[in-house]
Antibody
Framework: QVQLVESGGGVVQPGGSLTLSCAASRFSFSSYGMHWVRQAPGRGLEWVAF????????YYTDSVKGRFTISRDNSKNTLSLQMNNLRAEDTAVYYC????????????????WGQGTLVTVSS | EIVLTQSPATLSLSPGERATLSCRASQSVSSYLAWYQQKPGQAPRLLIYDASNRAIGVPARFSGSGSGTDFTLTISSLEPEDFAVYYCQQRSNWPLTFGGGTKVEIK
């Protein structure tokens, strides 16, 4: 079955940077759009970013525009999230998730999800 | 941004009882609505998509209904493993948004 494994989380100071990775396997990675979704401790879910299957378009929630960059390497089945100028409110578990439909031009449903990686922004 | 409001925030029920969860959108999302289940310490799991379609492997006791702005997730008879938090999500407009969640707890 589909496997998504996130890595790269940790503790970072406000204003710092971090890059998250998501290793995908057991499906045709290059055929599916991918998402990042986050969940602050004890809070609900927040969609962060989406990248189309071929990397041609990227979408972000307003609070991360200009600070976060989603990217993918279809030759390595890897999704990334470069996070710059981090703020305390970015503290969360970050999940990567596969889009439900193949070759979708826009974001749809998240299925499945990885287990997440925790990012803590604190001095 | 489309705001999804879930109610109630908490639902206290006993195993075997019927659970009815509501999700209301601030504007029409047509049938572009999904439901997810999240258990403590786990990633969310897709249950229902396009308002009423069960995802693969989801038991038949889970059903979704609605369109436009009002949606319902029904669990016909609660099993012990169904006590969890449930989120709705829309894909009608960017940004993709989630409701605040409904916690189904054991009474």
């Amino acid at each position: 079955q589909v496997q998504l494994v996130e890595s790269g989380g940790g503790v970072v100071q406000p204003g710092g940077s971090l890059t998250l990775s998501c290793a995908a396997s057991r499906f045709s990675f290059s055929s599916y759009g991918m998402h990042w979704v986050r969940q602050a401790p004890g809070r609900g879910l927040e969609w962060v970013a989406f990248i189309r299957y071929d990397g041609s378009n990227k979408y972000y929630t307003d609070s991360v525009k200009g600070r976060f960059t989603i990217s993918r390497d279809n030759s390595k089945n890897t999704l990334s999230l470069q996070m710059n100028n981090l703020r305390a409110e970015d503290t969360a578990v970050y999940y990567c998730a596969k889009d439900f439909y193949s070759a979708a031009l826009q974001g749809n449903w998240f299925d499945p999800w990885g287990q997440g990686t925790l990012v803590t922004v604190s001095s | 941004e489309i705001v999804l409001t879930q109610s109630p925030a908490t639902l206290s029920l006993s195993p075997g009882e019927r659970a009815t969860l509501s999700c209301r959108a601030s504007q029409s999302v047509s049938s572009y609505l999904a439901w997810y289940q999240q258990k403590p310490g786990q990633a969310p799991r897709l249950l229902i998509y396009d308002a009423s379609n069960r995802a693969i492997g989801v038991p038949a006791r889970f059903s979704g209904s609605g369109s436009g702005t009002d949606f319902t997730l029904t669990i016909s008879s609660l099993e012990p493993e169904d006590f969890a938090v449930y989120y709705c999500q829309q894909r009608s407009n960017w940004p993709l948004t989630f409701g605040g969640g409904t916690k189904v707890e054991i009474k």
